[in-house]
């Protein structure tokens, strides 16, 4: 039967046969012949017992169902995009004489610093930061200050993006009083990209390195737009400074922060890499897991992942199958006492 509408779309003898299999909890095959579209959508299937009726199935499973297919094509894309980057990246040596150079390797802090000071200068319309962990120094801050400043003269609004421990940290607290009030707004995240910034939605730099000594300096507008549209991901997640984060049980007195640790613990992530991506140390790291041991009465770190899933603070995936060369299934919640997950040391 060809239907009078969209395959993405429901219609009226849809919702109402959709209605009355919720209260009844059943519907028979025959009756979806005016409505096939429900079935396309996800939204009935098979009685495993008599194949001549159908079961509703609550939207919101629909929904996941269908959005299945499009969460793996675009952690495809995201995939595929970071490859392209890394594989075309050395090419921009080559055009290193081109006065058009949509992407230009920066080295040596200096160079950067000098960077980051004439484009704050020339800014005019807005500055977007994020920057990776809590401890921030007096000396980046205030040079963060003189840039924010010169900005600020050219009528440039400021947006800024830090992990949660950097709430806590005075020089952002001094920071804050030193900006002329409505032109700064400030958001923090349980965890965040590499440092990003861009200039006037024209210019981002991007560290090339892991010491942050080299950066890449991006002029390319589809590049630019695209690392627009991460941090706009990245600010709508984000809780702004002047509020309290969210809470979470209040009968075991673990914070959010805390409860960021856990998950990642239960994924089987190491102690230096949980801290690497909660912008934290090594040692605050392991006080929050002793703190949480504490909390939850954890006789062990293996005892800890039971109970992290056990009380509802971290929710464990489904086995995915056993582990190629063994009978023995993924443990998600699974804490190597060592801390460095269930492979060792990482």
Known sequence: MTHPHGDRELCDEALRLYSEALRDGRISRDALTA??????MALLHPDPMDASVLRPVPPSAALAHLLLPITREIHERVRLTTALADSLAPLTAVQSGDPNLSITVLEGMPLIVSVLSESSAAATSEILTAQPGGNRTKTSMEQGLRNSLAAIERGARLRH????PARYNPHLKDYMTRVPA???EVRTVEQTVERLIIFDREMALIPADAE????????HP?????LVQVYEVLWA?????????????????????????????????????????????VRTCRAHIAKLMHALNASSRTHLGALLVQSGL?????????????????????????????????
């Open 314 to 346: 971290v929710t464990q995936e489904p086995a995915r199958g056993p582990r190629p060369g063994t009978d023995e299934g993924p443990s998600p919640a699974r804490i190597a006492p060592d801390g460095n997950g269930p492979s060792g040391p990482k």
């Open 212 to 219: 942050r000594t080299t950066a890449l300096e991006i002029r």
């Open 222 to 226: 589809a590049l630019v737009t695209y």
């Open 237 to 281: 997640g984000g809780t702004p400074l002047a509020e309290h984060l969210p809470a979470t049980s209040p009968r075991t007195q673990v914070t959010p922060v805390q409860q960021s640790i856990a998950r990642l613990l239960v994924e089987g992530t190491s102690d230096e890499a949980v801290a690497r991506r909660m912008g934290i140390s």
């Open 161 to 164: 993006i830090y992990q949660h």
């Open 182 to 184: 409505g032109w700064l």
């Open 35 to 40: 409505a096939p579209c429900l079935m396309g």
